[in-house]
């Protein structure tokens, strides 16, 4: 299985290419996103669909210079989610930075990162291989120049960069390059890289506190565990109850829609190790506290959204999914965190 990704990533490129007359329709093609879905920030995506949209807008729009750079203006802090808050309790720039390489699939990158101390430096690695050939020069730019950006915004402090490599030629635009890195940086080098100062590790973190980063950190290991990619016939049903915003589709109608009956549903389901009930209550779930962790909907609203005609019934629920109540889960940290005490780790 894989990790699915938040939508964000995808809904800003989609701004990007409508600033050049692409429609989000156009960007979407063949990806089984739904241009509605942009406005979902809880809907979730595999890799495979971002890359279907990235290969659509970088086939459109092949003429625009720049492509991944202009993508990558439009990344800010909001994109790591949870991650961001539990970045933002560690005690210093390195422990952040530790943290965010360990759950790198919640993050919006797709290029993979690792990091090591040379001399001075902090030398971030960033790995393309896995990613389809023609589309490599536009993830890069896009992950490399909003990675600093983002870090920065979460850290509170500019990454001190002092070097950055590319593993591919000059590309016509590179004078741009080096306006946004304020250096000029090597290219045909042996792999993508960015070399940081390493004190820069040592920088406090002005929101430190150990509770909320329990909690948080709680929170970052249910997410991952739930936004599982299913494949075969649990990813299809998975993908089909995210997409209705009313979440009330009942297991005949998606077996419909599937061309089979619901008792052969049900056993195809059995085989691949869930069922219909336990995807329906994870889709749920994780739209309920994306919703609510957003803080833009009441209870009662994220209920309706979630097809409940009455919000004890969805309380009820949460409860069951959680452990806790949905005002007691937006409020924060449990008052046990709060208190020195182990972290409440029901939800994220």
Not at 40 to 67: G, K, M, Y
Not at 188 to 209: C, G, S, T, W, Y
Not at 246 to 275: F, I, K, P, Y
Request: one cysteine or more.
């Amino acid at each position: 299985m894989q990790i699915s990704r938040s939508i964000y990533s995808i809904a800003q490129m989609v701004d990007t290419a409508a600033e050049h007359g692409m429609s989000a329709r156009a960007c979407l093609a063949h990806s089984g996103i739904a241009p509605e879905q942009l406005l979902q920030l809880e809907s979730q995506v595999s890799p495979q669909q971002e890359f279907t949209v990235i290969a659509n807008i970088v086939r459109e729009l092949q003429h625009v210079p720049a492509l991944g750079l202009r993508m990558a203006a439009r990344f800010h802090m909001p994109v790591y989610g949870v991650l961001t808050f539990a970045m933002c309790s560690c005690a210093t720039a390195g422990d952040a930075i530790n943290l965010g390489l360990s759950y790198h699939e919640l993050s919006f990158t797709l290029v993979e990162k690792h990091q090591q101390l040379v001399g001075d430096d902090l030398v971030f690695t960033f790995d393309d291989r896995h990613i389809p050939a023609p589309l490599r020069q536009v993830v890069v730019e896009r992950d490399l120049f909003a990675l600093p950006r983002v870090m920065g915004e979460v850290l509170g402090h500019p990454m001190p960069r002092r070097r950055a490599r590319f593993a591919y030629p000059a590309p016509p635009h590179a004078r741009r390059y080096a306006e946004l890195l304020g250096f000029e940086p090597e290219f045909d080098a042996p792999a993508h890289q960015i070399f940081v100062d390493a004190e820069f590790r040592k920088l406090p973190m002005p929101q430190a506190n150990a509770a909320t980063l329990r909690h948080c950190q709680a929170q970052l290991q249910a997410i991952v565990a739930r936004h599982k990619v299913w494949s075969g016939t649990a990813g299809k049903v998975r993908d089909m109850l995210m997409r209705r915003p009313a979440m009330g589709a009942d297991m005949e109608e998606v077996a419909a829609e599937l061309r089979m009956t619901s008792r052969n549903l049900r056993r195809v389901l059995e085989a691949e190790n869930t069922s219909f009930r336990s995807l329906a209550d994870e889709v749920r779930q994780t739209v309920a506290e994306e919703l609510l962790g957003l803080g833009k909907s009441s209870v009662k609203e994220v209920a309706a959204r979630l097809g409940y005609r009455e919000v004890s019934s969805f309380t009820n629920a949460f409860k069951r999914w959680t452990g806790r109540a949905p005002r007691d889960w937006r409020s924060g940290p449990p008052r046990s965190a709060a208190s020195g005490g182990p972290p409440d780790s029901g939800s994220a």
